[in-house]
């Protein structure tokens, strides 16, 4: 199994993500990598094609794709590491981050410090409401 160790990884290349890997990097981080299990980062906003983003950041309506290639453009810049196409499996308490990839198989990643940024999913009303042994979070 490959093993490496970084001070910090951020699971989900999603704005959040990339806002707080460049943010650890801008405050004195050392070794900072992003692991994303989309083949490109950007998250959900890559679904968003309509407009009105940006407009307390950027101070400019860009569409969710623009808004999100924005921090794509600041990360490349930067010696943030991104590993894409790359799904974690597992955080163990001591910051021991499990994941895997076709290319390097299981991978061992010992970490100063874990930051989840792996967004959320709506549910439904019927899904909240449901009994039995299926509802979601069970
Ligand atoms: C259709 C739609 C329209 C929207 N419209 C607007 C709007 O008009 N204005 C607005 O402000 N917001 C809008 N939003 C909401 C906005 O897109 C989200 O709030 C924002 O993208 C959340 O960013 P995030 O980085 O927290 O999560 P996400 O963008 O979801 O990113 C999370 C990332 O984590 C990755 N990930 C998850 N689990 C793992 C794992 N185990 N290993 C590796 N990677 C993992 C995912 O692949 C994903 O790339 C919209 C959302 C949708 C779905």
Do not use: W
């Amino acid at each position: 199994m490959k093993e490496m160790k970084i001070d910090i990884a951020v699971i989900g290349g999603g704005p959040a993500g990339m806002a707080a890997a460049l943010e650890a990097r801008r405050q004195g981080a050392g070794k900072v990598m992003i692991i994303e299990r989309d083949i490109e980062p950007g998250g959900i906003l890559q679904q968003c094609i309509h407009d009105g983003f940006g407009l307390h950041r950027f101070k400019k309506r860009l569409s969710g794709t623009d808004y999100a290639q924005r921090f794509i453009d600041e990360v490349e810049a930067s010696d943030i590491e991104v590993l894409l196409d790359t799904m974690v499996l597992e955080i163990t308490r001591d910051k021991v981050v499990y994941a895997c990839n076709n290319r390097d198989g299981m991978m061992k990643i010992r970490c100063g410090a874990v930051i989840l940024a792996m967004g959320c999913r709506e549910r439904t009303a019927s899904q909240v409401l449901l009994y039995g042994y299926r509802r979601p979070g069970l």
